[in-house]
């Protein structure tokens, strides 16, 4: 189901635009050079439930890496701990197997994301991502 959302961007520019998801107008406003952050509302018949988010991140949507490393068949996994434990444990699937932990869901994410650089180089993820400065191999 489509929907309408508005975005602004830093600059005030706005694009009104109906899009399948919140995904798809992100992607809309960054392939029409809309510059972070952004405040994205889903619209609807009653302004008084709109739905606003602020973006942000330079990831252009939220699990877009994850998804890409699944795109480039690099098997990995992500595990929440849970208030006790705390943080998450991430592992890239190979030989050898790498993993760690993090904190924070977004440091493991980057973990993951910098190890499948590391170790898979010839792959289509890293060849994307590969020249980001904070994930370049030593």
């Known amino acids: 189901m489509r929907r309408m959302f508005r975005v602004v961007d830093r600059n005030g520019m706005v694009l009104q635009s109906e899009a399948?998801?919140?995904n798809g107008i992100i992607e809309q406003a960054d392939k029409d050079g809309y510059d972070r952050p952004l405040?994205?509302?889903m619209l609807s018949e009653n302004a008084m439930e709109d739905v606003?988010?602020?973006v942000v991140s330079d990831s252009p949507v939220p699990g877009?890496?994850?998804q890409e490393l699944y795109d480039s068949e690099i098997n990995f996994s992500l595990t929440g701990l849970g208030m006790w434990a705390g943080g998450f444990?991430?592992?890239l699937q190979g030989d050898p197997r790498i993993g760690g932990h993090s904190g924070t869901a977004q440091?493991?994410?980057k973990?993951?994301?910098e190890a499948a650089i590391k170790h898979f180089p010839g792959s289509k993820f890293a060849?994307?991502?590969g020249s980001h400065d904070s994930c370049q191999k030593q």
């Open 20 to 22: 399948d998801s919140f």
């Open 39 to 41: 405040i994205v509302t």
């Open 52 to 54: 606003s988010w602020v």
């Open 64 to 66: 877009q890496e994850l």
């Open 89 to 91: 444990d991430w592992e």
């Open 107 to 109: 440091d493991a994410i």
């Open 111 to 113: 973990a993951i994301k």
């Open 127 to 129: 060849k994307k991502h």
